[in-house]
């Protein structure tokens, strides 16, 4: 794979993919970046085309060797790119650990085969794809986890829950690597597709209007999990109105039951994507909750 762009050697953008990304078809749509916040200085991002990778690297004196692939939220829809990607690899990378921040394809009908399946093909790709960088981005290809925010917590889990060993007999060197993340951090997390508690915009935007049994099943991710599922860490907030704190709950006590070591923090208030909740009081501790969590797993 080649290098498309270069900005400093801790900083690197490249393509997911090399040639057309599995599951794509044309269409008349354009990868489209749009602000919006309070300042309107948040990049927002819609109709993902060109999935890739944006890899952030601690300096080499201060890399633990772990990594996490970053997944922003937005529904199924558009992904908060800065506020969940850039600014969550930024704090990683304050603690030495590699970040690697996914813009992967959303499942809408123009420009997917079938939709739901580019999410999970894209974060599949992307857990091979640091693992075949390990030794130049100076991280162990043995300590590298996945998070997810909202939506994005949704394809994060998905991947811990639906990943596979690679096929040894693939003729691209990546596509032979494990796509099972080591770890998970989910934060205020979709977990769940059935009505009774998810969040309806992301449900209809990955599965349809009227989806089959089956389906919903499928990506009920509490549903899928195994005892290989990898050790968790949750957030969520009480009073979360978008996507209800029943998303992590059954997610946690489904690791419980298959003996999966998990950590859950559970906030009064907060609501719903809050990012690194700079500012918010006790809800500011998550993620250094999290950084440390990620550390405990060496000692276990």
């Not at 948040?42 to 085309?49: F, G, P, S």
């Not at 909202?150 to 889990?157: I, K, L």
């Not at 770890?183 to 349809?208: C, E």
């Not at 609501?271 to 809800?283: E, F, K, M, P, V």
Request: with cysteine.
């Amino acid at each position: 794979m080649t290098l498309a762009s270069a900005d400093a050697e801790t900083n690197y953008k490249l393509p997911l993919w090399d040639g057309p990304a599995p599951n794509h078809k044309e269409s008349h749509l354009k990868e489209t970046i749009y602000k919006r916040g309070q300042n309107e200085d948040l990049d927002r991002i819609a109709y993902v085309q060109d999935p890739t990778i944006e890899v952030r690297l601690p300096s080499p004196q201060s890399a633990t060797g772990q990594a996490v692939v970053i997944c922003p939220g937005g529904g199924y829809a558009v992904l908060a790119y800065d506020w969940e990607g850039i600014d969550t690899a930024n704090y990683l990378n304050a603690h030495g650990i590699a970040a690697i921040v996914l813009k992967y394809r959303l499942p809408e009908d123009d420009s997917n085969v079938v939709p739901h399946l580019s999410p999970l093909l894209d974060t599949k790709r992307a857990m091979r794809l640091t693992r075949f960088h390990a030794q130049k981005w100076n991280i162990d290809p043995n300590r590298v986890g996945i998070m997810g925010f909202s939506a994005g917590g949704h394809a994060a889990s998905t991947l811990g829950t639906h990943f596979d060993e690679g096929d040894p007999t693939a003729s691209d060197p990546i596509d032979r690597l494990s796509s099972r993340p080591d770890f998970m951090a989910l934060i205020y997390p979709v977990v769940t597709m059935k009505q009774d508690y998810t969040h309806n915009g992301s449900r209809t935007n990955l599965i349809g209007e009227d989806p089959n049994q089956e389906l919903v099943e499928l990506y009920s991710n509490e549903l899928q999990v195994t005892p290989q599922t990898p050790p968790t860490f949750l957030v969520h907030s009480s009073d979360d109105k978008s996507v209800p704190v029943q998303n992590s709950l059954q997610f946690y006590e489904a690791l419980l039951k298959n003996k999966v070591d998990a950590e859950m923090h559970l906030y009064p208030y907060g609501g719903h994507g809050y990012s690194l909740a700079i500012g918010r009081d006790r809800l500011s501790d998550w993620p250094a909750r999290c950084v440390a969590w990620m550390k405990s797993l060496d000692a276990q």
